[in-house]
């Protein structure tokens, strides 16, 4: 599967978008009970029967302007289109359609092989739980506490089936510094960790 990006045209005026018009960023609590509320807003956003391709969740320290989580999302609504948006969300822009997918499927396989949909052994929840499960290894194994996310990714292989997916976990300590990589299978099970 080829996926294919065409630049959308952001007009600048999307800049100016208040914040009302998008989720709050600092509701999410890094953790399982934080990232249910993620996805329910997903949910909300997206529909609750949209197909991903990818979902990354990433932080940035701090209290300024800017700080806080941003998401990337690729979706459909329709998989037979092979036609998905990429939206992107910070506390600058809000919610920001950036790109247009055109994905391309060879032989007999459908579109929703190579997509998922939130819930199940999909849940956003889960992941909340791994990022929980990685601050505590890395307290134990690193003496490393109060470590914050990274960046949270789940993103379907790119010639794989979705249920090939790995959730991919990154972090760091509280004031920076090297980041940790924790890569589980969609049951959760710790594949690697460096």
């Known amino acids: 599967m080829k996926r294919t990006y065409f630049s959308v045209v952001c007009l600048l005026m999307a800049l100016c978008l208040v914040t009302s018009c998008g989720p709050n960023p600092s509701k999410y609590s890094q953790d399982g009970e934080g990232f249910a509320k993620l996805q329910e807003d997903f949910k909300a956003k997206f529909g609750a029967d949209a197909y991903y391709t990818d979902i990354a969740i990433n932080f940035t320290p701090g209290n300024s302007h800017g700080s806080g989580l941003g998401f990337n999302v690729t979706v459909t609504n329709d998989p037979a289109s092979l036609k998905m948006q990429e939206w992107v969300y910070n506390s600058y822009t809000n919610w920001n359609n950036t790109a247009e997918v055109t994905l391309e499927i060879e032989g007999d396989s459908k579109p929703e092989e190579f997509m998922f949909q939130l819930g199940g ?74």
Do not use: H
């Open 121 to 194: 052994k999909f849940d956003l929840k889960k992941v909340g739980e791994l990022i929980e499960q990685s601050r505590k290894k890395l307290a134990e194994e690193k003496q490393i506490e109060n470590a914050a996310l990274n960046m949270a990714l789940l993103k379907t292989p790119d010639n794989d089936a979705a249920t090939e997916t790995d959730i991919v976990i990154m972090m760091k300590p509280e004031n920076g510094g090297t980041t940790f990589t924790f890569r589980y299978d969609l049951e959760g099970n710790l594949k690697s960790f460096n």
